[in-house]
Structure formats: structure tokens, C-alpha cells
């Protein structure tokens, strides 16, 4: 989904404001919190996707509104919810507050990824565009690359894909890829010229940069 | 202590109580197991875990060579291993490269080499600017890199979390793994700090 989790690139939020001497947990129900999300999640919850997922359904308002650990709460009362592990009404009489998400964790699957090969489709080096997708379900594309121009720096191996696993819409693993971007390709002719960015991108994202790609080559007869 | 200060509870910390009392009663949560998680982040996983490895890294070169090979397996030689720790990616710092790790999704991070991370490394200004503008951030970290090295800003949008190898400072070639281990700060690496001699 296009929402206000995917922050790369956004401005408008100030300084980074770095505090010293930094407490693990500022309070001590932020320690609660990381300790129930860690110990339900687990046994209850299907896969961290699906947590992921949650946190980017609060409403978009709510989420730059509250803290890290707020999230946290207000995502593992959704999905708590959801999975009919306690009511809402519950949640509500015993001063938990919850608040409804902006969509249901199913609005949107991932579109059924195809049996795929093992073998992966791209190599090192090859000329790659990250595709200009915009689901309204999970996606670990931030908008930033979309339609961007990137090259294969290393494949990972195969990892479950989140788009359709947050979704319970099957794990479709598939290759997992370290993509360079340069910067001036994401941010234009002022950024500095030697400057790069590595991000990982699961194959589902990336189709041949036609115009220059090795792969689309080997494809040819 | 004088006991007359009361800190009231925040709105967040009653809702969590609420919570965890609600969680218990349906056999959901045990309240013991997690005084323990709290304890295990709060006094054993933290940033002197990545200290260790990084000081190891620079006085041992096999164990180096095995660290940027394979970082989950060669942490896992000191017994560091767990959640948001299955596959850990060493980056090394060069005269020609430097290294800059973010989330801008959400806020990956290695907890089991770096421990949870701070608060700033989750805010919305790290998370919105580290791609965009990462020198202006490494500036307000008192960082400034050279246009002539290459700053490359890792963004873990998928399983892979990142521990960066910062340079070994000038005039510590005498010093032994445990003196280099006390200097490596958690920002260096994360990549916003540099590490200094003393």
C-alpha cells in the first residue's frame, strides 16, 4: 500500500535528533509491549509480514501521530482482534483503546505469483528496472525506487515473498536480490555524482532494463 | 529518592496494562516470560555484542574474511544469534566507501549484534532522509565525508540487516582486542559515526 510508512525520500520531518545515553526502553511498559509482541507473535500471529502489515494499516494520521511502541500496541490489537483471539469489545472495557485499522488485513492480495523455477532470473550485473507497482496490500517496494534503474549486485538466494505472505496468500519464495541504485537515478543530477544506494528487492519487482539489460539478451533466440 | 515524585502513567502505559492484565487472563501472555524478554534486551543484547565482532574483525584477518563471507555464521562463532538475526550482512568501511544502514519502511535493525535501536534511528526524520539527503544527516552526527568517497546507504527492505565494519582509527595498532573493543561506538556501526584512537 501506498502509505505513510514508505517515508524514503519524504521531507518535512526536521532534524534527526539523537539523544545520549539512550535507555533500552524509556518506559517500562515499551519493554511490555516489545515482550508481548515477541511472545503472541510467535504462537499466534502468522509471520512478521502480516505484523508489518498491520502497523501500515493504522490510519494514516494515528501512525505519524504516535510512537514506535504506540504502533506496536495498536497493531497487535488488530491482529488480535482479527484472529478472534479477544473482542473488540474486550479490548474496549478493559481501557486498551483500540483503534480500528484503515483497511482489513485482506483488502488486497498480491496478485498469485506464477510457479516459478528455481533458477533465478536475473545474475550479477544484469540491468534491471524496478517495476512500477502499487498494490494496495503489503509490499517491501518503497516508492522511491519504482520505475528507477538499478543493477543486480548480488543475489540472496530465495526468500518467502512478504507481499503475498502478509496476506496468507501463499510464500512464493523467490529470489531475493541486492539492487545499486545510483543517486542521481533516484534523486536527480544534484545528488552527489559518486553516491549509491543498496537495496533488496524480491524478483516479483524487477523486470530487464530492456534497453541495456544482459538478460533480456540471453532471452533472445 | 525522595518517593514524593509520582510519575503518572501515560496514556499508552495504562492501554498496555490494560492489555497485558486482558492477555494474561486468557492464558495468552505469561507475565514471568516476559520480565524475561524485558531483561534479556535491557542487560544482555546490545551494541558492545557488535564492538566485540568489529574489534575481532580488525585483529583477526581470517576471521574477517569469514565475517564479510558470511556474517549469521561467523557472529554465531562468539554465540551471537536470534530474533532479526538470521541473516546478517557485514559491510566494511574503506578510504573509498562509506557505509549508512536504514529502514525506511519500518526499522529493521540486528538486534542481536546492535541491540533494539534508538529512538532516533526509528524516527520519521532518519527514516524520510537517510536515502535522500544521507550526508546533511551524517552532518548533524558531526560526520562529513569527502565528496571523493562514495557514500552508500543500505536501506533493509527484505531479511537482510546490516552491522557496518567502521575503520580501525589511526594509532591503535598497539592496542588489544578488548582496548579496541571499548572505542567501537554503536553509531559507527550503523554508520553515522566514525571510530576515534581514544
Known sequence: MNGVHDMGGMDGFGPVIAENNEPVFHEAWEGRMHAMVSQVA??????IDEFRHAIERIPAPLYLASSYYERWLNAMMTLLVEKGKVTREELVACGAAPVDPAQPANHHAAP??????????????????????????????????????????????????????AHN?????????????????????????????????????????????KASKRKKP | ?????????????????????????????????????VDTYETKVGPRNGARIVAKAWTDPTFRKRL????????????????????????????????????????CYPWPVLGLPPVWYKS???????????????????????????????DSSAEQRYLVIPQRPKGTE????????????????IGVGLVKAS
Open chain 2, 124 to 154: 520519521f526524520a532518519y527514516r524520510s532522509r537517510a536515502v535522500r539527503d544521507p550526508r546533511g544527516v551524517l552532518k548533524e552526527f558531526g560526520v562529513e565525508v569527502p565528496f571523493n568517497v562514495e557514500v552508500r546507504v543500505w
Open chain 2, 174 to 189: 598497539g592496542m588489544s582486542e578488548e582496548q579496541l573493543t571499548d572505542l567501537v561506538t554503536r553509531d559507527s556501526m
Open chain 2, 68 to 107: 564479510l563471507e558470511d556474517a549469521t555464521a561467523a557472529v554465531a562463532e562468539l554465540g551471537y544469534g536470534g530474533p532479526e538475526g538470521g541473516h546478517l550482512v557485514a559491510v566494511e568501511n574503506t578510504p573509498q566507501v562509506h557505509n549508512l544502514v536504514v529502514c525506511t519502511l519500518c526499522s
Open chain 1, 169 to 213: 496468500a501463499g510464500k512464493h519464495a523467490q529470489h531475493v536480490y541486492s539492487v545499486r541504485f545510483d543517486a542521481r537515478e533516484l534523486w536527480g543530477p544534484e545528488a552527489p555524482r559518486k553516491d549509491t544506494m543498496r537495496i533488496d528487492l524480491w524478483e516479483d519487482y524487477l523486470e530487464p532494463d530492456h534497453a541495456r539489460s
Open chain 1, 42 to 47: 510467535g504462537r499466534h500471529f502468522r509471520n
Open chain 2, 1 to 37: 529518592m525522595s518517593g514524593s515524585h509520582v510519575t503518572v502513567p501515560t496514556g499508552a502505559a495504562l492501554r498496555v496494562k490494560a492489555l497485558e492484565t486482558l492477555l494474561e487472563q486468557k492464558g495468552l501472555v505469561d507475565s514471568a516470560a516476559l520480565d524475561a524478554i
Open chain 1, 112 to 165: 498469485p505469483a506464477k510457479l516459478r523455477p528455481r533458477k533465478p532470473r536475473f545474475r550479477e550485473g544484469d540491468r534491471i528496472v524496478a517495476r512500477n507497482l502499487n498494490p494496495t496490500g503489503h509490499t517491501r517496494l518503497p516508492r522511491y525506487v519504482r520505475g528507477k534503474r538499478g543493477i543486480i549486485e548480488h543475489d540472496w538466494g530465495e526468500y518467502v515473498f512478504a507481499d503475498s505472505n
